[in-house]
């Protein structure tokens, strides 16, 4: 059987570093058919209030223990080669994803400062990762400065900077903790450290940089007064911690260096096998569709909800997340935007609000909870009044404010707990649809949409309604971890296996396992409530 798989020709790794797990997989370079994949639960999760450990933790403060990262990045890899029994030498190249931005405070050894007993107990050296979104403030007078000194930058990033940036993390470190700020010789983002881990020296992705750092490959960073507007000092001590350094600043798809002697004994791979820089976990998933061209949108549903659209022109779209140049593909712009909280809104539901009724007639039927809830909301339909504002995470696009909050309207003393479950994935498909539609207004054409991400393949009654909602065809990715597989195709790319990465994206991904049409029926109510939701948008951002 190895001798079977061995004739398929050199082999790459993706590895995707998500919120709660590190997903990898070993996959043919030639057809990207996946020989198999492993998965490593965080143990430690995420580091919220109250924390015993941590004192000073407020609610919006998200950290993780980056030796969760460690850990899985070796784990993964050695159950890789275990259960292929690929020979190491015949891996051609390593790629990485994770989600951004999570950002790390290292020592000059890229040790995280958390692992460090004088800093252990200090809440800025622990990793803080996408979803902490403490630093508002920060956010908001970095934003001010940008339009006081007309950043073009700006114009970039929907016109907002956001507290999950890395600017606004760095920035809040300095504010909150200057002896730690000082202490630390560099920030980096988590994909960024699980390159260099694996290299033995720093680097960086152009990606990260340009997309979340202030960074462009024109002109570096903005000015060090730009910073100061902000904040007294900020600009000498970002620039201090970001520039000047012995570094590899690369895309995805290019080889940034080879793996280090001392990770290959530790992970199983060998000596030398080239790592191409990372990439964003939602952007990797791109090439993992086969998407190669302008006009169509890659919507991952997993925890959170990432939208993604190349467009061949340079024109940015004010209110999403990003309209960033050459961030997935050399010579193609990416609309990206996002919805923080979509699986883990519905995982808030079931453990926080949903009878324990539910739960026990769901294990009598052998069943889950999930299914048990879309069989009953199935049969009810759409219950006009019951609307949703999905933002229980804020909202990243349309409008850019992560202190936003979650609403349900039109609650009665009949409304069952199916029709709040229902509620809640319309209120989410109803938020996809407005961001769809503010691109679009924006003359940006969408022909065609792919989904992937865990909810896409889980939950059929959930992309029926994104369907009905839409009013489109939903084509599903056959890939399930599309996005390790986007990882894998930036690595073939980088390992010279293709010319570029779309050409690797091609010969490696785009089978499609289902397609869900929208129901004229259903279609029709919804068209009604999608009016009413937006003025239920409108009376509450007035």
Same mark, same amino acid.
């Given at each position: /059987?190895?001798?079977?798989?061995?004739?398929?020709?050199?082999?790459?790794?993706?590895?995707?570093?998500?919120?709660?797990?590190?997903?990898?997989?070993?996959?043919?370079?030639?057809?990207?058919?996946?020989?198999?994949?492993?998965?490593?639960?965080?143990?430690?999760?995420?580091?919220?209030?109250?924390?015993?450990?941590?004192?000073?933790?407020?609610?919006?403060?998200?950290?993780?223990?980056?030796?969760?990262?460690?850990?899985?990045?070796?784990?993964?890899?050695?159950?890789?080669?275990?259960?292929?029994?690929?020979?190491?030498?015949?891996?051609?190249?390593?790629?990485?994803?994770?989600?951004?931005?999570?950002?790390?405070?290292?020592?000059?050894?890229?040790?995280?400062?958390?692992?460090?007993?004088?800093?252990?107990?200090?809440?800025?050296?622990?990793?803080? /990762?996408?979803?902490?979104?403490?630093?508002?403030?920060?956010?908001?007078?970095?934003?001010?400065?940008?339009?006081?000194?007309?950043?073009?930058?700006?114009?970039?990033?929907?016109?907002?900077?956001?507290?999950?940036?890395?600017?606004?993390?760095?920035?809040?470190?300095?504010?909150?903790?200057?002896?730690?700020?000082?202490?630390?010789?560099?920030?980096?983002?988590?994909?960024?450290?699980?390159?260099?881990?694996?290299?033995?020296?720093?680097?960086?992705?152009?990606?990260?940089?340009?997309?979340?750092?202030?960074?462009?490959?024109?002109?570096?960073?903005?000015?060090?007064?730009?910073?100061?507007?902000?904040?007294?000092?900020?600009?000498?001590?970002?620039?201090?911690?970001?520039?000047?350094?012995?570094?590899?600043?690369?895309?995805?798809?290019?080889?940034?260096?080879?793996?280090?002697?001392?990770?290959?004994?530790?992970?199983?791979?060998?000596?030398?096998?080239?790592?191409?820089?990372?990439?964003?976990?939602?952007?990797?998933?791109?090439?993992?569709?086969?998407?190669?061209?302008?006009?169509?949108?890659?919507?991952?549903?997993?925890?959170?909800?990432?939208?993604?659209?190349?467009?061949?022109?340079?024109?940015?779209?004010?209110?999403?997340?990003?309209?960033?140049?050459?961030?997935?593909?050399?010579?193609?712009?990416?609309?990206?935007?996002?919805?923080?909280?979509?699986?883990?809104?519905?995982?808030?539901?079931?453990?926080?609000?949903?009878?324990?009724?539910?739960?026990?007639?769901?294990?009598?039927?052998?069943?889950?909870?999930?299914?048990?809830?879309?069989?009953?909301?199935?049969?009810?339909?759409?219950?006009?009044?019951?609307?949703?504002?999905?933002?229980?995470?804020?909202?990243?696009?349309?409008?850019?404010?992560?202190?936003?909050?979650?609403?349900?309207?039109?609650?009665?003393?009949?409304?069952?707990?199916?029709?709040?479950?229902?509620?809640?994935?319309?209120?989410?498909?109803?938020?996809?649809?407005?961001?769809?539609?503010?691109?679009?207004?924006?003359?940006?054409?969408?022909?065609?949409?792919?989904?992937?991400?865990? /909810?896409?393949?889980?939950?059929?009654?959930?992309?029926?309604?994104?369907?009905?909602?839409?009013?489109?065809?939903?084509?599903?990715?056959?890939?399930?971890?599309?996005?390790?597989?986007?990882?894998?195709?930036?690595?073939?790319?980088?390992?010279?296996?293709?010319?570029?990465?779309?050409?690797?994206?091609?010969?490696?991904?785009?089978?499609?396992?289902?397609?869900?049409?929208?129901?004229?029926?259903?279609?029709?109510?919804?068209?009604?409530?999608?009016?009413?939701?937006?003025?239920?948008?409108?009376?509450?951002?007035?």
């Amino acid at each position: /059987m190895t001798a079977e798989k061995n004739k398929r020709g050199p082999y790459v790794i993706g590895l995707d570093f998500g919120s709660l797990s590190c997903r990898g997989i070993l996959a043919g370079s030639r057809d990207g058919s996946v020989l198999c994949e492993a998965e490593y639960a965080y143990p430690h999760a995420i580091i919220t209030a109250p924390c015993k450990d941590l004192p000073g933790l407020s609610e919006k403060w998200c950290l993780q223990d980056p030796d969760d990262y460690r850990e899985a990045l070796v784990f993964v890899l050695r159950e890789l080669f275990a259960k292929s029994c690929v020979d190491p030498e015949a891996v051609a190249a390593v790629g990485v994803d994770a989600t951004a931005s999570t950002v790390l405070a290292v020592d000059k050894e890229c040790v995280p400062l958390c692992k460090k007993e004088e800093y252990k107990a200090r809440i800025h050296a622990w990793p803080k /990762m996408w979803k902490h979104h403490a630093a508002f403030k920060e956010a908001a007078d970095l934003t001010r400065a940008a339009r006081e000194f007309r950043l073009p930058w700006l114009d970039s990033v929907g016109g907002e900077i956001g507290a999950e940036f890395f600017v606004s993390k760095v920035l809040e470190c300095f504010r909150e903790d200057r002896q730690l700020f000082d202490a630390t010789d560099t920030f980096l983002e988590l994909g960024d450290w699980i390159v260099s881990l694996l290299a033995g020296q720093e680097i960086r992705s152009r990606t990260f940089l340009a997309c979340k750092a202030m960074w462009s490959e024109a002109s570096g960073f903005p000015p060090e007064e730009y910073f100061d507007a902000a904040e007294r000092g900020f600009g000498s001590g970002y620039y201090a911690k970001m520039t000047g350094r012995s570094q590899c600043i690369c895309f995805p798809g290019e080889a940034a260096a080879e793996v280090s002697e001392t990770m290959a004994a530790l992970t199983g791979l060998a000596p030398g096998t080239v790592i191409t820089a990372a990439q964003m976990d939602g952007y990797a998933g791109i090439p993992g569709s086969g998407i190669c061209e302008a006009g169509v949108l890659m919507m991952v549903l997993g925890t959170s909800t990432s939208f993604m659209l190349l467009d061949e022109r340079d024109t940015p779209v004010e209110g999403i997340c990003a309209s960033m140049p050459d961030s997935i593909y050399r010579g193609l712009l990416c609309h990206a935007a996002g919805q923080p909280g979509t699986g883990d809104m519905l995982q808030w539901y079931m453990e926080n609000a949903l009878p324990g009724s539910c739960e026990r007639k769901a294990k009598e039927e052998g069943i889950s909870v999930h299914e048990y809830l879309s069989r009953l909301a199935e049969r009810s339909g759409p219950d006009e009044r019951l609307l949703c504002l999905a933002w229980f995470n804020g909202s990243k696009s349309v409008p850019i404010d992560l202190s936003l909050t979650g609403v349900i309207s039109g609650f009665s003393l009949s409304t069952k707990p199916e029709q709040v479950y229902r509620c809640l994935i319309e209120g989410s498909a109803f938020g996809a649809k407005a961001i769809i539609e503010h691109i679009k207004a924006h003359g940006v054409p969408i022909r065609e949409i792919i989904c992937s991400g865990g /909810m896409s393949w889980k939950n059929p009654f959930l992309m029926q309604i994104y369907a009905d909602i839409l009013n489109c065809d939903l084509k599903v990715c056959a890939e399930k971890q599309t996005v390790a597989l986007g990882s894998a195709i930036y690595a073939a790319a980088s390992a010279g296996l293709y010319p570029d990465v779309p050409s690797a994206a091609r010969g490696m991904s785009g089978r499609i396992s289902r397609v869900y049409t929208p129901t004229p029926e259903s279609g029709r109510s919804y068209q009604t409530m999608y009016k009413n939701y937006l003025a239920l948008r409108r009376s509450i951002l007035s």
